[in-house]
Nanobody
């Protein structure tokens, strides 16, 4: 069992930055690939970024060059640094933990990011 708690969302102007955090507890954090998803109103939940157990990262085309995922296994935390934010980045951002061995999958409650002037 893994519990995930996101934080760091808020209101930011276009071009601004935010850093989201996702704190994990309850299991062996380093055994999980960590993913960030987002869901805008009326739209499906989309994968934004992945950071694997060994630190390999992948990003959606829409955020490449602007978002950076990182993880601190000692602190059981994963981060999403978001720069050059655009109004289209407005969404609820969710943290996800996936264990490739057990195939267990866990979600956080989400944090709202609003990009607006």
């Amino acid at each position: 069992q893994v519990q995930l708690v996101e934080s760091g969302g808020g209101l930011v102007q276009p071009g601004g930055s935010l850093r989201l955090s996702c704190a994990a507890s309850g299991s062996i954090f380093r055994a999980y690939d960590m993913r960030w998803y987002r869901q805008a109103p009326g739209k499906e939940r989309d994968l934004v970024a992945t950071i694997t157990r060994v630190g390999t990262t992948n990003y959606a085309d829409s955020v490449k060059g602007r978002f950076t995922a990182s993880r601190d296994n000692a602190e059981n935390t994963v981060y999403l640094q978001m720069n050059s934010l655009k109004p289209d980045d407005t969404a609820v951002y969710f943290c996800n933990a996936y264990n490739p061995v057990t195939r267990f999958n866990y979600w956080g409650q989400g944090t709202q990011v609003t990009v607006s002037s």
